[in-house]
């Protein structure tokens, strides 16, 4: 089955990042952060539902004392920001002076990640970072860092490696982008 171009409902995607490339550049990011986190007990809040796949994956390169929690917010409908972000599943652990590092499949706007470092704040953790699949750096509407980038795209819209389009596509191995062509027939 030829997979290099997909239809989800009315878009068709190509696809922009292998497998194999997913893999090797998530290794590196693995341990590039263990290697920053040496003497470190962190706290890494996984954000649901896209980060799932990478979370996965990151976590399972890293060696050493590693706790994991999950929080759900949401922005997106279908293909775009909708600004405001809900707050879907809050977070359980205690972060006090914890160095925490959250996992997120992609930083677009950044609305999300901002609202969350806001939501953070008052819990006083040690220190707060971000680790994401993907970053739209022209897309970036907030001041704020992301400490780790596993690829930078242009801003278009993609699905796959947890990515959906509107709850589509999340399984994909491979990473797509999505194309000018139209499909009337769902
Ligand atoms: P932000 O708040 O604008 O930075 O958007 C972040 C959230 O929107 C991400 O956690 C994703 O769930 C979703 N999102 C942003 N861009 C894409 C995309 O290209 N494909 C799928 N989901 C996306
Ligand atoms: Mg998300």
Redesign the pocket.
Known sequence: MNMDKIRIKDKVFRRYISKAEIARTVKRLAQRIQEDLKGEQPLFIV?LN?AFVFAADLLRAMEGPCEIDFMRMK??EG?S?TGK?DLLQPLHSDVKGRTVIVV??????????WTLLHYLEPYKPKCVKIAALLL?PK?LRHDIKVDYVAFEIPD????GYG???DERGRNLKDIYTLTEEEQTDK
């Open positions: 954000m896209g922005s997106y293909t920001t972000v997120e499949d992609i930083v677009d706007s950044g609305t999300t990640m739209k897309a278009d819209f993609v699905v990515l959906d389009y």
